[in-house]
């Protein structure tokens, strides 16, 4: 088709584009949008546009799906990640975390007629001028029965037993102090015995992680308040 150009103020036919108004205004109106660009682009009316028509029409050439992703997809995406960060790194974890390096094998020696200087000869150490502490510490919540098993074997092997109980689960439900209760089943080894008790947050729908955080930085302030004491004694 032939460009056919009118004057001031007039129709312009540029192919199969349209401008209302002069030639050189460039006003980019497809034949699908001429209805809705007609006023916005019109010569005689564009000082009296409002700010609203005028935005219309340079949205036009956007597309509306990649606005909404933009806009909505994007921030949904954002928040998920933060809200639900530690699920998908486990989730994710077989693609970022490296195997273990190999263990290095260290033979052992044992023979109930061989002395321990010997034993610790073979093995290229030394003997100790004084004894190893061993600190058997743990979190409890009512597993009685497997503790008394527990300090039943370690028994001749442990300098201190070291028990924290709190009246609260790791996902904030309240429970009895179930150790402080039945104590009595544990004189065997009172005398190496440092219990403490924490009080639990009841933070409703909290992660369990950070509850059982909270509990462990606990345990390990009992482990050197029982420390220190056995260095004083």
Request: charged content about 25%; some cysteine.
């Amino acid at each position: 088709m032939a460009d056919l150009l009118g004057e001031k103020g007039h129709l312009f036919w540029l192919g199969k584009k349209c401008c209302f108004g002069l030639p050189e205004a460039g006003c980019p109106c497809s034949k699908k949008t001429d209805y809705s660009c007609e006023n916005v682009c019109g010569g005689a009316s564009r000082a009296a546009l409002s700010m609203s028509r005028r935005l219309r029409c340079a949205l036009q050439g956007f597309n509306l799906k990649a606005l909404l992703l933009l806009f909505i997809g994007v921030p949904t995406l954002v928040f998920v990640i933060y809200a639900h960060g530690q699920k998908i790194t486990y989730f994710l974890r077989p693609l970022w975390e490296s195997p273990p390096k190999p263990f290095r094998t260290i033979p052992h020696y044992y023979h109930e007629n061989v002395s321990m200087e010997n034993l610790c000869k073979l093995h290229g150490w030394g003997i100790r001028e004084m004894p190893r502490r061993v600190f058997d510490a743990v979190l409890f919540s009512n597993e009685l029965d497997i503790l008394e098993v527990r300090w039943n074997e370690l028994s001749p092997y442990v300098s201190e037993f070291i028990l924290l109980e709190s009246n609260s689960t790791f996902t904030g439900l309240k429970k009895p102090l179930f150790f402080a209760e039945n104590r009595h089943r544990f004189k065997f080894v009172e005398s190496r015995l440092t219990y403490g008790t924490f009080g639990g947050r009841f933070v409703k729908g909290e992660n369990p992680f950070v509850e059982e955080a909270y509990q462990r930085k606990a345990l390990d302030q009992l482990i050197r308040i029982a420390e220190s004491v056995m260095m004083i004694c």
